[in-house]
């Protein structure tokens, strides 16, 4: 019995070893066009709500929801407006994208909105810090593309500013508080989204031109000081996030098969994962079947993954520390 005992047991670990490890819980639902989230200095997560323009704080233990701005611009065409939230120094900024005069002859936008940095005074006071429709007008890509105001992603704090991704114009911005902004790196077609950054060093993930093939879903690492990008990982379809984990193990979400309507649409529904990136560079599934991923938190070793849908995903005992019990980072 001690024999067969020991062999059901590694069996069962054989199993685990390659079967997702965590299952994902339907936390927060409700949410309209959802898409960038951060965590506040409270502890509690932030979400954009960009069909609405609203950023919504969410209490990471019993999922209640509050409003935390409003009235920020809207998506009109069914992505944008509010795409991203993030904190510096205790205060929140928001990305805003796909909105203003660029693209009032495209979709009939209307023209008094602004593709850029906001920074929340108030529930209802944002001023504009940062134009960065204005800047990719100024200083277009070569060659042109459809959208020239471009198509922002994520936003990141650095060096006292924010790193921007956009995955229509393929570049990453450095945004300065001042409102200044310049180029800091320049990609072929590759559609940046996720953004991480570990002291000098940023991690991007791509999700690759259409039709987003696994093979050119890589997450990317580059500095100041070295642009040229190094492959962290790759192999996942349509990665959207980056984010490192508790005991800084690094994660990837891939939204999953697109779709194949048109390019820019998401992919087919519940086919999302989050990912552990391995040091060879594999990815190793921590939970799949999530509904239209577009960002990723950890708050201790718990995932909280937002969804396009309005949903967002809990995802317990994902990263550990380690040595032993670790502190948030």
Do not use: C
């Not at 701005?69 to 993030?86: E, Q, Y």
């Not at 495209?106 to 529930?123: E, H, K, Q, S, W």
């Not at 697109?258 to 998401?266: I, K, L, T, V």
């Amino acid at each position: 019995m001690g024999y067969k005992r020991v062999s059901y047991l590694l069996v069962i670990m054989m199993l685990l070893a390659v079967l997702p490890f965590s299952v994902s819980a339907q936390f927060v639902t409700g949410l309209q066009g959802a898409s960038g989230s951060t965590v506040g200095p409270d502890g509690a997560l932030y979400v954009t709500e960009g069909a609405i323009g609203e950023i919504t704080r969410i209490d990471p233990w019993t999922g209640d929801k509050s409003t935390f701005a409003s009235g920020l611009p809207h998506s009109w065409i069914g992505i944008g407006g509010a795409v991203d939230v993030a904190f510096m120094d205790g205060v929140a900024y928001v990305l805003v994208t796909l909105v203003g005069s660029d693209l009032e002859p495209l979709f009939g936008v209307p023209a008094n909105d602004t593709v850029g940095i906001y920074r929340i005074d108030g529930p209802e006071d944002y001023p504009v810090i940062a134009d960065i429709g204005a800047f990719n007008l100024d200083n277009p890509p070569i060659p042109d593309y459809l959208i020239p105001t471009g198509v922002q992603y994520a936003m990141e704090p650095f060096r006292g500013g924010f790193l921007v991704t956009d995955g229509h114009l393929n570049r990453v911005l450095w945004v300065r508080l001042n409102g200044d902004i310049s180029e800091f790196n320049v990609f072929d077609d590759v559609v940046p989204t996720g953004l991480e950054v570990h002291g000098n060093t940023v991690y991007m993930a791509q999700a690759g031109p259409v039709p987003h093939n696994p093979e050119d879903g890589i997450v990317w690492s580059f500095s100041p000081k070295s642009l040229d990008p190094v492959q962290v990982g790759a192999g996942a379809m349509l990665l959207v996030d980056v984010e490192f984990g508790l005991g800084r193990e690094l994660y990837a979400l891939s939204q999953g098969q697109w779709d194949g309507a048109f390019a820019g649409s998401p992919a087919i529904p519940n086919d999302g994962s989050l990912l552990k990136i391995n040091p060879d560079g594999t990815f190793t599934v921590v939970a799949d079947g999530l509904n239209l991923p577009t960002s990723v938190e950890f708050i201790g070793n718990t995932a909280y993954v937002v969804g396009l849908a309005g949903e967002v995903f809990k995802i317990d005992n994902v990263s550990n520390p380690p040595h032993g019990k670790g502190k948030l980072h």
